[in-house]
Structure formats: C-alpha cells, structure tokens
C-alpha cells in the first residue's frame, strides 16, 4: 500500500505542475475544445507518466575473487522489524478520502438515475429524450442521452435550454465527468485535481452556450449566461468564453 500511495503523490505533482503551466499559458484562451482536451490529457497522462521508466544498461565485466568459506555452527536470530505509525494511518487516511469521494460520486449518479427512471419521457426523433419531472425547482441538465427538466420550462419549449443540453449531450461531457470524478477520487487530497475539474465543468458550459449561439439564439437567453463574463459582440464570430 505504500508503494501505491507513494506512486499517487507523483501523479499529484505531476498534475499540480501541468495545471499550473494550463494556468499561465491556456486557462484565458477562447478555444474551449483545445483547453477541454489539454485538461483531460493532464488528468490521463498525470497517472500514466509514473509508470514510464527510462533504465539504461551498461555492460560491466568485473573479476571474481576467490573466496574460502569455512562452515561453522550458525544460530540464526530472527527479528521482527516494527511498522512506523505513519505507515499504518496514512493508508487508512487515503483509503476513507477515497470511498467518500467515490461514495458520494456514484450517490449522485444512483440519484440521477432515479429522477430519470421516476420522471414523465418524451422520446425525440434525434435520440434525445426529454424527462419532465414535477420539481418545480429542479433546473435543467443533462446526462447521457437525457435531458431533465420541470414541467414549466417543458411546456415553454425554451429552444435556448434545449439546445444547451443537446449541446452537452453531442460533446459527450457526461463522460468527461465520470473519467475526472473517477481520477478525483484517487486524488481527492489535491486541491490541483479539484481546480481542474471545476474548470472542466466551466469549458463545458462554454461549449454547450457555443452550440446554442451557433444556432443563431441571442446570448441573453443562454441558460448558463449568469454564470459568464461579458465580452463585446464579434462581427460574423463570437466565442463564449
């Protein structure tokens, strides 16, 4: 277990170095497909690198010495060697981290799955099927080929929502977020993965308010616009950033 625990404090300094260069040189960047795939790239790659071990072999030809070994009464002492605290607590410590996170990860899901199964469906002609739920506070989301909302903006027929969802549900970002919630919770101790997957869950957004600006729509109906700082319109162009 120590062997593991000292492989996952590499990967958490590989991903604190390469989020911090993600920082300085991408994070301000308008092109939110290369920073969705630079941040997953770091996550993967950050546990992968560790294992990649460059050995370089040098043939070495030494002369054996003679040696005279004279055999004489031996009494073996075996001693057992004490294990220091630390190497007990630490493991239970990361191992608690870990199934919490993992816990309250696979929670959510159950749950979502859940509202999804309990809630009113309206299968769409491309694959899509919209959940309509009574929840009058629920807002809208999306998950896998779902898209769950209240009755009050099922009935509107909010192009904007809609589209925003499709927007996620055609990236795929619902499996983004298993991959990096998965990683998470092997590196729930770095505040570096916690920052990285808070800004993928942002380009997410930002690419779903592209589809939907893509389409035409005015920005002030985005669904996520709250959440987005304001930029000057572009002519012929604009990136939600």
């Given at each position: 277990?120590?062997?593991?625990?000292?492989?996952?404090?590499?990967?958490?300094?590989?991903i604190a170095v390469f989020y911090m260069f993600y920082r300085l040189l991408l994070s301000r960047?308008?092109?939110?497909?290369?920073?969705?795939?630079?941040?997953?790239?770091?996550?993967?790659?950050?546990?992968?690198?560790p294992f990649c071990v460059i050995t370089m072999h040098e043939t070495v030809t030494m002369p054996m010495p003679e040696m005279h070994v004279e055999m004489g009464p031996l009494m073996a002492e075996v001693e057992t060697p004490s294990v220091p605290l630390w190497q007990?607590?630490?493991?239970?410590?990361?191992?608690?981290?870990?199934?919490?996170?993992?816990?309250?990860?696979?929670?959510?899901?159950?749950r979502i799955i859940l509202l999804i199964r309990k809630s009113e469906?309206?299968?769409q002609p491309d694959g899509v099927t919209v959940c309509v739920t009574g929840n009058a506070a629920l807002s809208p989301f999306s998950w896998m080929h779902y898209i769950v909302m209240n009755r009050e903006d099922y009935e509107t027929h909010d192009s904007a929502i809609l589209?925003?969802?499709?927007?996620?549900?055609r990236l795929h970002h619902s499996w983004d977020l298993i991959l990096v919630d998965t990683l998470t919770a092997l590196q729930w101790f770095n505040p570096a993965m916690w920052m990285l997957r808070a800004d993928l869950r942002a380009i997410h957004e930002?690419?779903?308010?592209?589809?939907?600006?893509s389409q035409g729509i005015n920005r002030r109906v985005l669904p996520c616009q709250r959440y987005l700082p304001q930029y000057p319109q572009k002519p012929n162009q604009y990136d939600v950033t």
């Open positions: 277990m120590i062997d593991f625990l000292i492989y996952d404090a590499k990967v958490a300094v590989l960047e308008t092109f939110h497909r290369v920073n969705r795939i630079v941040l997953l790239l770091t996550a993967v790659a950050s546990f992968i690198l007990t607590l630490l493991p239970i410590l990361f191992i608690i981290g870990m199934c919490a996170t993992l816990g309250h990860t696979l929670l959510s899901m159950i469906q309206h299968p589209a925003h969802e499709r927007g996620h549900i930002y690419e779903a308010d592209a589809a939907v600006l």
